[in-house]
């Protein structure tokens, strides 16, 4: 029932009234439903034959438009795993804005192993993904056309508009409240990553205190967008590099400051000796800035980034053999996969390509009211030697998705909540650059019961991407457990005593497995090129004979599309290339 008194009144007033009304309403009607749960898989995608079902599904019905909501409705599913004397329920939150629930299932059984409280965990199939009306083209590879565009128009023209981050806020609002009314489990958490962290930001800015504390990792929130992602990685870039500039094998090779050898590389390639080389490999500006990107977002290439920088430099002949040897390596290796490859079925399960370009084309690339062209993101790019040029490829998609949504006034919001906020971030994270969080915290997380905590030379999700020598379990999931395992939430009591043992970068390349890696991307031993064979020649990548060789010239679109695989591999984020 909505119990507000109305009375005429000014106009403001009268628009408080009527929102605090339909929010009451809404509230009690997630309370009200009869929410069926009945069993099911833990894995929706995987083949389950045999196994128990050792989760519970259900559907809650909630309106497209919340602002009217008796309106048209559909069935938001949510699935969720139980554990024996679960006080607490943990939302998990992850993955791009197109997948679906599926995407938080491999998670489950980390966060029940890294607490010592037992939590329920629950992850919803997002508004316009899985078995939450997913919106899709008949040609699942081409949602980015211009026909499925025309297509997504004439299936769900009234919907598209409803398919908001506001909403899927909203939608997670409900089945929260539902929760704590409905369940021993009063106290509900979030851990949120990626775009996770975006839509958990606007959850908390439209219900402040709906949860009793939030985790965010990989941050991307508020005012942070897309279109700074080659700033972010140029930044992170200059970060890392301050690590070479500190051991003195590193700096002793690169000098200081060594991210002035990213810059003096791109000269190398049109006013020296390596012009040759550069125009008989294919390699110009505009590749090597992606490579030297890709291998700053990953760890293995990472220990080989200030060897290959000093090479590239250097560009001997001795240099120019072994640049060959690396492409060669990179360019035969095995595809770069994360798991099974899905069927069909299960891919459009697990992830709506159409749903992400939506949202990210309507609200992630840019902030309200700016519209930036290709040629001019290209060109910003062009100005730092390191960058991936993802800004201009979504510009330009961007700018034929003519059934983008309007975004509202929460687009660039930061809540005002007293919520216990964790935010975690890799400082050499090139996707969701350490800039997105330190500007969370110093211009939304505020308060005395917010805290970042920077994790060195991790890099994107730092659950699993912060390896420690002391133990298997990376540093970022350390801090979570900890965090999830107090029996009151204090961000500043958070055990962090795995900072001191994360695995820093081999910038001296001295240990073995930087020297084994070394002899798989130059074939020598010899990392720094110290001792460089005295009949070094130019020649030809020999291939294997099982696959064809392409022409030299085509050297370097190959190695550009394994490396930019690699950097849409790593990212859960970028997902509209």
């Not at 979570?480 to 055990?495: A, E, I, M, P, R």
Request: net charge neutral; with cysteine; glycine share 6%.
């Amino acid at each position: 029932l909505c119990l507000c008194k109305w009375r005429i009144s000014p106009g403001k007033e009268m628009k408080l009234l009527v929102t605090l009304c339909v929010l009451a309403t809404l509230a009690a009607a997630a309370h009200a439903q009869d929410i069926v749960w009945e069993p099911c898989y833990r894995f929706s995608t995987a083949n389950n034959t045999g196994l128990e079902m050792t989760s519970e599904c259900a559907n809650f019905t909630v309106p497209f438009d919340y602002s009217n909501p008796e309106g048209d409705s559909f069935s938001l599913f949510v699935k969720r795993t139980r554990s024996n004397g679960a006080a607490r329920a943990l939302f998990i939150v992850a993955g791009s804005a197109g997948d679906s629930g599926v995407f938080a299932e491999g998670m489950v059984s980390t966060f029940q192993g890294a607490t010592s409280v037992p939590y329920d965990i629950y992850h919803v199939d997002h508004r316009g993904t899985g078995r939450s009306f997913r919106i899709g083209c008949a040609d699942n590879n081409a949602d980015s056309s211009g026909t499925c565009i025309v297509e997504l128009n004439a299936n769900y023209s009234t919907v598209l508009p409803h398919l908001t981050v506001s909403n899927a806020a909203r939608d997670l609002e409900r089945v929260i409240s539902w929760v704590k009314a409905n369940s021993t489990t009063p106290d509900v958490v979030i851990f949120a990553s990626d775009y996770g962290a975006f839509l958990t930001n606007r959850l908390l800015t439209l219900f402040p205190n709906v949860v009793s504390a939030v985790v965010m990792e990989s941050v991307i929130a508020g005012p942070n967008r897309l279109s700074e992602l080659d700033i972010n990685m140029n930044f992170t870039a200059q970060l890392y590099s301050q690590g070479c500039d500190a051991d003195p094998v590193c700096s002793r090779f690169l000098g200081v400051p060594s991210f002035n050898k990213f810059i003096s590389v791109f000269t190398k390639f049109t006013t020296s000796d390596c012009t040759k080389f550069a125009t008989f490999l294919g390699l110009g500006p505009s590749v090597v800035r992606p490579i030297l990107g890709a291998a700053v977002l990953e760890s293995q290439p990472r220990n080989g980034l200030f060897p290959l920088l000093y090479r590239l430099d250097r560009c001997s002949a001795d240099d120019q053999n072994k640049i060959f040897t690396a492409i060669n390596d990179l360019s035969t290796s095995p595809p770069f996969t994360v798991g099974p490859t899905p069927t069909p079925a299960n891919s459009r399960l697990a992830f709506s390509r159409s749903l992400s370009n939506h949202v990210t084309f309507s609200e992630l690339l840019f902030a309200p009211g700016a519209n930036v062209s290709k040629a001019t993101l290209d060109a910003s790019s062009d100005t730092v030697p390191v960058a991936l040029y993802q800004p201009g490829k979504l510009a330009q998609t961007w700018s034929t998705w003519s059934i983008r949504y309007t975004q509202d006034q929460y687009a660039t919001q930061y809540p005002t909540t007293t919520v216990p906020v964790l935010l975690l971030n890799g400082q050499v994270d090139g996707i969701t650059g350490i800039s997105w969080a330190r500007r969370a915290r110093t211009q939304g997380y505020t308060g005395n019961n917010h805290r970042l905590i920077e994790l060195p030379e991790a890099g994107h999700n730092v659950i699993g991407n912060s390896p420690v020598n002391n133990s298997a379990v990376p540093c970022g999931l350390q801090i979570v457990g900890s965090f999830l395992s107090q029996t009151s939430f204090n961000v500043n009591n958070v055990n962090a005593s795995c900072l001191n043992f994360i695995t820093l970068t081999d910038y001296a390349a001295s240990r073995q497995s930087t020297i084994d890696y070394a002899f798989r991307l130059f074939g020598t031993y010899d990392v720094w090129g110290v001792n460089p064979s005295p009949t070094a020649t130019l020649s030809p990548v020999v291939r294997s004979p099982a696959r064809s060789t392409p022409s030299t010239n085509a050297g370097a679109s190959v190695i550009a599309s394994v490396l930019l695989a690699l950097v849409a591999a790593v990212s859960t984020l970028l997902v509209v290339l």
